[in-house]
């Protein structure tokens, strides 16, 4: 019993949270926003056997870029064994992540979705699509990774996190664009969760607003402008930052800020890509990911 998923990484350029502990179940939570999914991200490969000597029922194993715990993998690996009995069976699990950890590329969201939807597939569990996302989406909020990626990832492509909460709760609505690229430089990580707590009356005064002019003029050179505003708004440029964000204007470039992290994206028509590239390769202490949107979303790989 064996399964591959992926799930592609998701940046957010502005958003709004909601994080009621009034309710008491962990879909309702989220966020409203803006962002996109691109082709990198996290594949997970899941392979069931029967437990032996084994001193747990599971192994975790990283490929790629590391992060600092698995409490999200385990968490969705939990909620799975809540479902049938499957206490003499042994999961070997491996994450290969393709995109840095911490930088704001929802990584966390991507590790719970694509190894919710292989768990599914290797278990044949049979569960309706939705009810796979919102186990990813719950591990996330339990484990105050995030707010709103799994949704957003979950529907892939560039999109407006319209109602907040988890897959069959919450609702985006996609944006088509012409063929772009997304050129990208992350520089340092960012806490997601120490950055929502201390800010979150900010965030959700201009995220809220930002929605809805974008709903109107669904345009992505105006989403990058309003990330930009989005960031300096609630304090994440740092001096690094400011001087590639002035040097791409001075280009006539648009760029945005991934939330939470030191990154700063492009969406751009292909043929600007060299320029982007040419500016970028300066900064030599950043990490430069090219790419494209990823329109599809989470997925079973089968190969």
């Given amino acids: 019993m064996e399964a591959t998923a992926f799930c592609p990484a998701h940046i957010t350029g502005f958003f709004k949270a909601h994080l009621d502990e009034s309710l008491d179940n962990f879909e309702n939570l989220g966020s409203m926003g803006a962002g996109f999914?691109?082709?990198?991200?996290?594949?997970?490969?899941?392979?069931?056997?029967?437990?032996?000597?084994?001193?747990?029922?599971?192994?975790?194993?990283?490929?790629?870029?590391?992060?600092?715990?698995?409490?999200?993998?385990?968490?969705?690996?939990?909620?799975?064994?809540?479902i049938g009995e499957f206490s003499k069976k042994?999961?070997?699990?491996?994450?290969?992540?393709?995109?840095?950890?911490?930088?704001?590329?929802?990584?966390?969201?991507?590790?719970?979705?694509?190894?919710?939807?292989?768990?599914?597939?290797?278990?044949?569990?049979?569960?309706?699509?939705?009810?796979?996302?919102?186990?990813?989406h719950n591990a996330e909020v339990n484990c105050k990774t995030g707010l709103g990626d799994v949704l957003a990832s979950f529907n892939g492509g560039?999109?407006?996190?319209?109602?907040?909460?988890?897959?069959?709760?919450g609702s985006v609505e996609k944006i088509?664009?012409?063929?772009?690229?997304?050129?990208?430089?992350?520089?340092s990580p960012i806490s997601t969760n120490r950055f929502i707590k201390?800010?979150?009356?900010?965030?959700?005064?201009?995220?809220?607003?930002?929605?809805?002019?974008?709903l109107e003029s669904k345009n992505y050179e105006h989403f990058q402008d309003m990330s930009l505003e989005?960031?300096?708004y609630v304090n994440v440029m740092t001096p690094r930052m400011q001087k590639l964000v002035n040097e791409l204007s001075e280009n006539n470039i648009?760029?945005?800020?991934?939330?939470?992290?030191?990154?700063i994206f492009s969406m751009i028509p292909k043929e600007d890509k060299s320029r982007v590239l040419e500016i970028l390769q300066n900064y030599p202490d950043g990490i430069i990911i090219r790419s494209e949107l990823d329109n599809i979303g989470a997925?079973?790989?089968?190969?």
């Fill in 254 to 263: 648009k760029c945005g800020i991934a939330l939470f992290g030191e990154t």
């Fill in 37 to 82: 999914s691109i082709k990198q991200g996290v594949t997970t490969r899941v392979k069931i056997e029967t437990k032996k000597d084994q001193e747990s029922n599971f192994r975790i194993t990283i490929k790629g870029y590391q992060p600092d715990k698995t409490d999200v993998s385990e968490f969705v690996l939990n909620e799975f064994l809540k």
């Fill in 230 to 232: 989005f960031a300096k």
């Fill in 299 to 303: 997925r079973i790989l089968y190969n």
């Fill in 176 to 187: 088509l664009t012409d063929k772009i690229a997304v050129i990208m430089i992350c520089f």
């Fill in 158 to 169: 560039f999109e407006i996190r319209v109602k907040p909460g988890a897959p069959g709760i």
């Fill in 198 to 214: 201390e800010h979150l009356s900010q965030i959700n005064g201009l995220g809220g607003k930002m929605v809805n002019k974008l």
């Fill in 90 to 136: 042994f999961f070997d699990i491996e994450h290969e992540i393709s995109i840095p950890v911490g930088y704001g590329l929802g990584s966390s969201s991507a590790v719970a979705l694509s190894l919710s939807f292989a768990l599914d597939q290797a278990l044949e569990t049979k569960l309706d699509k939705t009810i796979i996302g919102q186990i990813a």
